[in-house]
DNA sequence: TTGTATGCGTTATCAA
DNA sequence: TTGATAACGCATACAA
């Protein structure tokens, strides 16, 4: 029962009195200081037993303003509701769990005012770092530029930011793109369909140059009329709709192909849709492959064959990078951002085939 | 070019020394303060003119200490790789922006320990209020009584919490359920199968009842030997696993049946699958129902009709609810826990059909 | 081995 | 209309 509901916080300078030592002696033995090694160990097993039975919790807040260290990242997302995101973000919380540090999140929705705002947020709260899942977001040169000047150390996941202030880990799209099309090409299949990713999104350029490295080193021509094209649309499920009104046209013009390459999973489920409701059945008469290995992939039917992105080690990676930038900075060292490039692996399940 | 690239914060003191005010001045002027009817208008622009030309961030940590408002909400997910956690932190984020709030988010994993020790660390932080995303988690009695005795404003989504001390948001369970099997039966299916979710979740129950109401209404026998109990799991894809393992079984017991109702759209998925392989096309010799609509659903191949819960409004919702828990603690009112109970709505997508 | 004093950046009270 | 001062809870330099 307490007198109160609203009781107060209970302080280092309650413990201290509780225990008849000063303030100064109940953080030392708390945090375990340097000094704590000349605490008796009697008075240290008073005060941890004090401070114990009294609840006492450490004021975040406070011990900022003297340590400087708010124990807490600022995690910015495109999109939360892409499916995209989330694993990174389990990866990121993940890594950040046994630091001690949590994630303050942030999710622009694709909006530039809604990142300016937030990363404004971010930095009022003082978070000792920021990760920021990008894609879309960075297609706007300004907002580039507030990154490189945010005085944070910062990690970005899927973009490249120039300069050497931040750090960032992609997946390597050039590799992804080869494994996906060696894959159809292993199967026997030659006249492909691709769909190409949105012009302004920066995996769209080096995942096509895999594609075409490779089709070369087999001396494999590409037909440009079985090459299509995503528009620049900033949205979760547009690639999904995308994908499906690209190959319904292809299949209106009636042209042949025995494989579909799809840009991302989305796109890739949006093209079996489109081909379904025509009566093409997956795999038997046409395979598909899509690219990032997003959840529902393993779940829809068929089950999709993939070049998976790392996106669980990448948010990982991105946390280890922060933190070497965020050491660095506190130690006064020179620092110089790193880059991460992950492996992209292939994932085969039901939607693909041999003929 | 900074001369140094680790420039130090701008206070208001500095603002204050630039301005030649007094650092009172300025705080009432920055955060227009009451007081600041009184300000000459010269002294309130030349300090907003400096402010703004110096940089001044106000500190968020600083202004803690102060005024016990960290404008930030602990948001405790029991998985968010979970699709049904997404769509209500999409909710909770959007609700929080506009009121300047900032979610700090903590993933439970699933598991007690970690879901205390991240209670604990949002307490820390003194996060303002607290919203945790339930289900799995609330199996254990002692997180429950973990959160009531928590001296924070506490909304839960999607579990209830005995006591007046915690609000809750939660679909409508029992509408939900009898939405489902009305809908087949409407549709002429007779011979039902159904996977019932795990006994000690929370939404299995009402939902049941929904159904088994709707049934007697209709003077309609629930055939037992159809009826499949999903087990007690903890993890986010096994219900698909499961869905599909148990329709496998009774296809393999050669039972009859014209439509499926699954506990939940990855149970209904997993089903789906099952059918799929042994040969049974949905809808057109099954229909298939399931529940949540999470994002997969409108994608999956067939689309997935199910009933829908309002999650992102949920999330929504539960901003709401805190807020108002928050606002009447600050200003010493007595409050009580209130609940949201929210309409569940059938979406009809491509497998059901009629017979 | 422990205590005293100070300041982190703000805000609120009171005084001028 | 504005300024001086104190206090929020903590950690550290220095003193004892």
Redesign the pocket.
Known sequence: MDAKRKR?????????KAT?????????V??N?P?A????P???QKIEESAKRMG????A???F???KRSQSIGVMMFDVTDPFCTPILRGVENALYPLGYLPILADAHNQRERFERYLEMLLERHVDGLIVVANWLFVDIHVLADLNKAEVPTVTIGWEIPGNRVSFAMVDNEAGGRLAIEHLYQLGHRRIAMIRGPKRLIDSAPRWRGIQKFAQSVRQEIDPSLVLQLPDVFDANASFEQGYRLTEELLQKKKKFTALLAFDDLTALGAIRALAKAGVSVPEQCSVIGFDDVAISGLSAPSLTTVRQPLETMGGAAVNMVMEAIKAAQENREWSAAAHQLHPELVIRDSTRSI
């Not at 107060?8 to 201290?16: H, L, S």
């Open positions: 107060e916080q209970v302080t280092m300078k309650d413990v201290a008849g030592f000063s303030p100064a002696t109940v953080s030392i708390l945090n200081a000094l090694r000349y605490i008796a009697g008075t240290r006492y919790r450490p004021n807040m406070a011990r303003l003297r340590s």
